[in-house]
């Protein structure tokens, strides 16, 4: 079983940048493709961006291109999303979400473990 803690989040003004992080228990967290989702109130949870476990394959949600980058430190069973130039649309709770070996996926329901989710909120 596969604990994912997300942190980082907060209220941020419009134009400013978050990292968050998403750290896993399990050892073998190298082998686990992540991916990040929000959920704003009233709204479906949507993909973000993801990070295959090799760390080779990078999907970004086309409104996020350009202004957040993905990366994983494998040694620290860490996750992080980098956001810039956040504006109020980009507020909601932002989940992780771990796979074993599969590939990116942007559909919720294909990833087997998630975390509780960290607050985003961006004033305008």
């Known amino acids: 079983q596969v604990q994912l803690v997300e942190s980082g989040g907060g209220l941020v003004q419009a134009g400013g940048s978050l990292r968050l992080s998403c750290a896993a228990s399990?050892?073998?967290?190298?082998?686990?493709?992540v991916g990040w989702f929000r959920q704003a109130p009233g709204k479906e949870r949507e993909f973000v961006a993801g990070?295959?476990?090799?760390?080779?394959?990078?999907y970004y949600a086309d409104s996020m291109k350009g202004r957040c980058t993905i990366s994983r430190d494998n040694a620290k069973n860490t996750v992080y999303l980098q956001m810039n130039s956040l504006n109020p649309d980009d507020s909601a709770v932002y989940h992780c979400?771990?796979?074993?070996?599969?590939?990116?996926?942007?559909?919720?329901?294909?990833?087997?473990?998630w975390g509780q989710g960290t607050q985003v909120t961006v004033s305008s």
């Open positions: 990070i295959s476990w090799s760390g080779d394959s990078i």
């Open positions: 979400a771990a796979r074993r070996y599969w590939g990116v996926s942007r559909t919720p329901n294909t990833y087997n473990y």
């Open positions: 399990e050892r073998t967290f190298s082998s686990y493709t």
